[in-house]
C-alpha cells in the first residue's frame, strides 16, 4: 500500500509521527490476532507493545519484503509464540480483551453475539496451536498460505494442511456444542 510506504519512508528518516500512525493503523488488527492466539488480554497488549518497541529500535535498519502489515502480523505471531514459551499461561476465562466497537444492536441480539464470539473463542483455544495460527492468520490476518508458510519456515502444502484440519476441527468443536 502505497500510504504505508510512506510511513516506511518516513519512519526510516527519523519521524516519531510516522510510527505513532503506524501503530493507530495497526494496533486494534494486531491486539485482536495476538488476543485469539493467546486467550490473554494482558499478554496480547504486552506483545504489541513489545512489537512497536522492536520497530522503533530497528530505526533506518527497517527492511520490509512485504507488506507492512504482513509484517506486524508476522511479528505479533512470533512474539506470542516467544511469549507463551516463556511465561506461565494465564486461564482466567474472565479476562478477555475488550476490542468493541459501538453496536446499535438490540440488547438481546448483542447479548447472542457475545455468547457466539465467546463459543467460537473456546473452540479456537482447543485446536493445537499450529492450526489455530494458521486459521487465524488466514482469516483474521488476510495471509496468504505461502506468506504464513515463510514466516512459520514450513511448506505452504504444511500451512494448507494445518489450515484444513483446524477448520474441520473447529466446526466439529462448534457443530458438539450446538447438540448439547
Not at 1 to 23: N, T
Not at 31 to 48: G, M, Q, R, T
Not at 151 to 157: C, E, F, K, P, R
Request: glycine share 4%.
Amino acid at each position: 500500500m502505497l500510504e504505508d510506504r510512506l510511513l516506511i519512508w518516513k519512519f526510516k528518516h527519523g519521524s516519531e509521527d510516522a510510527l505513532r500512525c503506524m501503530y493507530e493503523k495497526y494496533k486494534n488488527d494486531l491486539l485482536a490476532l495476538a488476543v485469539s492466539l493467546s486467550n490473554d488480554a494482558i499478554l496480547s497488549e504486552d506483545a504489541v507493545h513489545d512489537v512497536f518497541v522492536s520497530v522503533a529500535k530497528m530505526g533506518a535498519r527497517l527492511e520490509l519484503r512485504g507488506s507492512l502489515k504482513s509484517y506486524l502480523l508476522t511479528c505479533i505471531s512470533n512474539r506470542i509464540r516467544s511469549l507463551k514459551g516463556t511465561a506461565k499461561r494465564r486461564e482466567n476465562e474472565h479476562e478477555k480483551a475488550d476490542i468493541s466497537r459501538p453496536d446499535s444492536r438490540r440488547p438481546d441480539e448483542l447479548a447472542m453475539s457475545v455468547e457466539e464470539l465467546h463459543r467460537v473463542g473456546d473452540a479456537l483455544m482447543q485446536l493445537p496451536y499450529e492450526q489455530r495460527e494458521a486459521v487465524l492468520l488466514r482469516l483474521h490476518g488476510g495471509l496468504t498460505f505461502r506468506e504464513i508458510a515463510s514466516m512459520q519456515d514450513i511448506s505452504t502444502g504444511a500451512v494448507q494442511a494445518r489450515y484444513r484440519y483446524g477448520l474441520r476441527k473447529l466446526r466439529s468443536i462448534l457443530n458438539s456444542k450446538v447438540q448439547e
